[in-house]
């Protein structure tokens, strides 16, 4: 049976320019980049092309990149980094979120919470859009930081982040702003001169790159506390052994896409096929509706309420089919409370728990989406007729 994997927003497979790039510095080149001789000096060279290849396609400058283990750990840095920064100067900070963000921010801001920190949380409509007049009445004299996701891992829904920016810096006083950028990088513009953001983060994996790296910007002139303390490697900002192959692996891919045309030609191909396959399921099985805005979506997103169904019942027969979908966050799939993200948009316990997420790739074919659509009607009609939510 050949699978069908449509669960790109958890991780993409690792592309062949990708894998030939990260090769040389797993076996032959496989010096420390802190190390004087030849052999660390060339790994230098090497995760110093990734850094241009990276603020090459972010617009920013090259001393404003700084690589992580993960964007997890990329969107630590930027939260306690500036908190730590602010409580160092002597003041009390207050910082923003969104109710929709990733457990990689909303964690952190429970923590610091915990930890005597002055933290809002600012909702977003119907649709998965932050409500920025909410957002701007939430400001306070000591806000130092905002934290709001560029598209949703679950819904896909793209936030107004230029808009937010612009509020920001309508304030007197300096309001560091971040986003999340890791689903929105495949797809979307991260010029960050045009977003107008202090700090953004992605990660290796959801670009077709390896996993275990990710990337923080931080622009000219932020001061940043570290998290991680060891050695000054990353300009100190993060003490270790930098992963030579990981970070090779991410600046190829971050090339692999570094091409306007090509990125608008793929995001069209999938946005149609993304189509097919919503209408197709909206049209074909009663009861359903989609989840987040239609119009302002990633293009590789689909999140469905299936109603009268369990999501985990429909994603076991549908893995059963060779079909590989999503509950939501994969961070998350360990957890049996509804997606946060579903019940913050207005879903009730039951639509949450009833919802499927399918995100597609640049590998998707029309003839994955006819399968699936060909096998869930059946799969639903069957869940149905032995659903204890009838």
Do not use: W
């Not at 977003?124 to 934290?147: H, R």
């Not at 670009?207 to 940043?224: C, D, E, T």
């Not at 059963?320 to 993200?341: F, K, R, W």
Request: hydrophobic share 40%; glycine share 8%; charged share 20%.
């Amino acid at each position: 049976m050949k699978k069908v994997y449509l669960d790109y927003a958890a991780t993409t497979p690792l592309d062949n320019e990708v894998k030939k790039a990260m090769e040389l510095y797993q076996t032959v080149e496989f010096g420390n980049a802190s190390s004087l001789h030849s052999f660390g000096q060339i790994a230098r060279s090497a995760i110093e092309k990734a850094r241009q290849q990276v603020a090459d396609f972010l617009h920013c400058q090259v001393t404003e990149v700084t690589f992580c283990g993960s964007a997890t750990e990329a969107n630590n840095l930027a939260i306690f980094g500036i908190v730590k920064a602010t409580q160092k100067r002597g003041l009390k900070p207050h910082i923003i979120t969104s109710v929709i963000e990733h457990p990689a921010v909303l964690e952190p801001f429970k923590m610091l919470a915990k930890l005597g920190v002055e933290v809002d949380y600012c909702s977003v409509d119907q649709q998965g859009i932050v409500k920025i007049a909410e957002l701007e009445k939430l400001i306070k004299l000591n806000t130092v930081l905002v934290s709001v996701m560029y598209a949703n891992n679950e819904i896909g829904t793209i936030q107004p982040i230029a808009e937010i920016a612009n509020l920001l810096k309508q304030r007197k006083a300096k309001i560091f702003f971040h986003t999340d950028a890791v689903q929105a990088v495949n797809y979307l513009d991260c010029d960050v001169v045009k977003l107008g953001v202090d700090l953004l983060t992605f990660s290796g994996h959801k670009i077709y790159g390896p996993k275990g790296v990710g990337v923080l910007l931080v622009k000219k002139g932020i001061n940043l506390e570290p998290i991680i303390l060891g050695g000054h490697q990353e300009n100190g900002l993060r003490g270790g052994t930098e992963n030579v192959a990981g970070i090779v692996g991410l600046g190829q891919a971050i090339k692999g896409i570094n091409n306007y045309e090509l990125r608008i030609t793929n995001s069209e191909k999938i946005k149609s096929l993304r189509d097919k396959l919503m209408d197709g399921i909206l049209q074909k099985i009663s009861g359903t509706s989609l989840n987040g805005s239609r119009e302002k979506r990633l293009p590789n997103n689909v999140n469905i309420s299936f109603g009268g169904v369990e999501g985990e019942s429909i994603l076991m027969a549908l893995d059963q089919e060779g079909i590989c979908v999503s509950t939501g966050s994969a961070c998350a799939s360990g957890s049996l409370d509804p997606s946060h993200v579903l019940m913050a948009i207005g879903l009730s316990h039951q639509k949450a728990h009833g919802s499927i997420r399918f995100t597609l790739g640049k590998t998707t074919t029309e003839k994955e989406i006819d399968s699936v659509l060909k096998v869930l009607p059946n799969i639903i009609k069957r869940l149905r007729a032995i659903s204890p939510f009838k």
